[in-house]
């Protein structure tokens, strides 16, 4: 009689787990390009301790449960700009440069000198608890689409 709870109640978990609704994140206008495939296959299932969430649309990835880190491959890639950018280096050879932009809802992030561009959204609340190295965690899957831009800084002219 225990095993039959016991298997009732890890079916209900499995059931109840498989229900999980998947978080709508808007499709990239160039979501469909071949590099927007390879990028999001070789992105962690783990980011910033978050587990990795099912999204609703191509070329997406989402981790978190009820504040929520996205990413969308394939969104326009920003033109030179004076809004700050920065490099994520992990010193094992993954640098990517970073567009970030700060919003009422939370910080931007979008991938510079790259196409298609990769666009993470972090909320503030995440934000404020979690420092960026994540991008880090970022840099090998984004790196698969060769850099052809890199940012610069009043140093480098």
């Not at 700009?81 to 992990?90: G, K, L, N, R, W």
């Not at 196409?115 to 991008?135: G, I, N, Y």
């Amino acid at each position: 009689m225990k095993w039959s709870r016991l298997l009732l109640a890890l079916g209900a978990l499995a059931v109840l787990t498989g229900c999980a609704q998947p978080v709508t994140v808007p499709v990239a206008p160039e979501a469909h390009l071949p590099d927007c495939a390879r990028i999001v296959l070789a992105l962690p299932n783990e980011l910033a301790g978050l587990e990795r969430r099912q999204t609703s649309s191509q070329a997406t990835r989402a981790w978190g449960t009820e504040e929520v880190i996205t990413l969308r491959c394939g969104v326009e890639p920003p033109a030179p700009t004076t809004e700050t950018c920065t490099t994520a280096d992990d010193l094992q050879g993954n640098a990517v440069d970073w567009v970030a932009i700060e919003g009422e809802d939370g910080w931007t992030f979008t991938t510079y000198g790259r196409h298609p561009a990769v666009e993470v959204f972090v909320p503030a609340s995440l934000a404020e608890q979690r420092s960026t190295s994540f991008l880090l965690d970022l840099g090998p899957a984004v790196q698969r689409v060769e850099a052809t831009r890199h940012c610069i800084g009043l140093a480098d002219l």
